[in-house]
């Protein structure tokens, strides 16, 4: 079946480090790749999406880039902020499904 | 702002009890979702609606009901049936199988 294995947490860097991490997956099908965050008490955002292979999603300076010969969509940051400090959950949906597959997400906490 | 509402953020709930959660979206969106959240682990599809009167279960349908009367609302009961409802539930929905899925803000459910 279709999963999503995530780097296990916690996480915790000091502000401005960089950031990695790691997602893999197995798909049964041609998978759309997202990384979803929740702040504590919070649904979950969209962080970035990638569609199809060597196609990169970025926003609020995070990226991640769908790897096909690595089954890999690994999340970076170059400099992190306090204000990261969340849950990061890696998911793919195959596509003209319904169901999002998450991984197990990884708390990340920045110290100042 | 259009968005996802989840009423209430804590409920509780006492033994052999229904309660039920609710979900509205002003979005538009054709399809939407109820996951069900635990501590350290990714979410898990209870029930999604892609159509108005029309609702499959996920993976952990099990103990729970829901209705789709009006396209802005999906809400979820969680029966007696449930024996281990303590959990956090997120809503979600989107426009198309093309889109991503928008989250709501979740229901935080405890037991008495």
């Known amino acids: 079946g279709d999963s999503v294995t995530q780097m296990e947490g916690p996480v915790t860097l000091s502000e401005e480090a960089f950031l990695t991490i790691n997602c893999t997956y197995t798909a049964t099908g041609y998978p759309s790749l997202f990384w979803y965050v929740q702040y504590p008490g919070e649904g979950l955002q969209l962080l970035l999406k990638a569609t199809k292979a060597d196609d990169k999603g970025s926003n609020k300076g995070f990226e991640a880039t769908y790897r096909k010969e690595t089954t890999s969509f690994h999340l970076e940051k170059g400099s992190v902020q306090v204000s990261d400090s969340a849950v990061y959950f890696c998911a793919l949906i195959i596509q003209g499904a319904q169901k999002l597959v998450f991984g197990q997400g990884t708390r990340l906490t920045i110290n100042p | 702002d259009g968005g996802i509402t989840q009423s209430p953020k804590y409920l509780f709930r006492k033994e052999g009890q229904n309660v039920t959660l609710s979900c509205e979206q002003n979005?538009?969106?054709?399809?939407m979702y109820w996951y069900r959240q635990d501590p350290g682990q990714g979410l898990r599809l209870i029930y999604y609606?892609?159509?108005?009167?029309?609702?499959q279960k996920g993976d952990i349908a099990e103990g729970y009901s829901v209705s789709r009367e009006k396209k802005e609302s999906f809400p979820l009961t969680v029966t007696s049936a449930q024996k281990n409802p303590t959990a956090f539930y997120l809503c979600?929905?989107?426009?198309?199988?093309?889109?991503?899925?928008?989250f709501g803000d979740g229901t935080r459910l405890s037991i008495l």
């Open positions: 609606s892609q159509i108005v009167n029309d609702f």
């Open positions: 979005l538009n969106h054709d399809a």
């Open positions: 979600a929905s989107r426009r198309d199988l093309n889109q991503p899925q928008h």
